[in-house]
Antibody
Framework: EVQLVESGGGLVQPGRSLRLSCAAS????????MHWVRQAPGKGLEWVSA????????GYADSVKGRFTMSRDNAKKSLYLQMNSLRAEDTALYYC???????????????????WGRGTLVTVSS | EIVLTQSPGTLSLSPGERATLSCRAS???????LAWYQQKPAQAPRLLIY???NRATGIPDRFSGSGSGTDFTLTISRLEPEDFAVYYC??????????FGGGTKVEIK
């Protein structure tokens, strides 16, 4: 079955860290760029970060730049998001999504999302 | 950053009626790099349309997308009970960042 399964969310105090994971199955993971998208409770969707198929290029939203680090392990078919210096405004459901296929060249980060995980909830509160 | 504005915020319609949702970009999009998603409560978003007018795999033909430049439309020709949900547009012609609209809720009248 083609799917993405996120894990690692939870309740964390402001200023602390958390590491999210996403396990992919049913497709050739290292053929695709991957993204994280988040959704605050009752709010809309916000793109967080993206990584190319070979980790050669990584991009972040300004709201998380310098605090979050995205990575992937193609051998394990896994995606990660290391979140440091967490703030209350980072509270959200974090989705792992599949992006551009290898070969999209300069458009590796410019893509739509045809596969989403169910999300993992991160709550930042004291 | 390209800002997407969706209207209306809420659309109250009856099953069988036609729904027309708007997405306006703050600047012209490269080509037609716009997608539409449907999200139901407690579910992840589902891709409906990409490239402004291409239906994703398995999406019924009552869903159609159109538009170019700064103005895009999602049309649901005849609303089915399962179509009542929140709909988001997303631009992918200019990143980072990729951006989403604020959403339109289609509710039962």
């Amino acid at each position: 079955e083609v799917q993405l399964v996120e894990s690692g969310g939870g309740l964390v105090q402001p200023g602390r860290s958390l590491r999210l994971s996403c396990a992919a199955s049913g497709f050739t993971f290292d053929d695709y760029a991957m993204h994280w998208v988040r959704q605050a409770p009752g709010k809309g969707l916000e793109w967080v970060s993206a990584i190319s198929w070979n980790s050669g290029s990584i991009g972040y939203a300004d709201s998380v730049k310098g605090r979050f680090t995205m990575s992937r392990d193609n051998a394990k078919k896994s995606l990660y998001l290391q979140m440091n210096s967490l703030r209350a405004e980072d509270t959200a459901l974090y989705y792992c999504t599949k992006g551009a296929p290898r070969g999209s060249g300069g458009r590796w980060g410019d893509w739509y999302f045809d596969l989403w995980g169910r999300g993992t909830l991160v709550t930042v509160s004291s | 950053e390209i800002v997407l504005t969706q209207s209306p915020g809420t659309l109250s319609l009856s099953p069988g009626e036609r729904a027309t949702l708007s997405c306006r970009a703050s600047q012209s999009l490269s080509s037609t790099f716009l997608a539409w998603y449907q999200q139901k409560p407690a579910q992840a978003p589902r891709l409906l349309i990409y490239g402004a007018s291409n239906r994703a795999t398995g999406i019924p033909d009552r869903f159609s997308g159109s538009g170019s430049g700064t103005d895009f439309t999602l049309t649901i020709s005849r609303l089915e009970p399962e179509d009542f949900a929140v709909y988001y547009c997303q631009q992918y012609g200019s990143s980072p960042p990729l951006t989403f609209g604020g959403g339109t809720k289609v509710e039962i009248k």
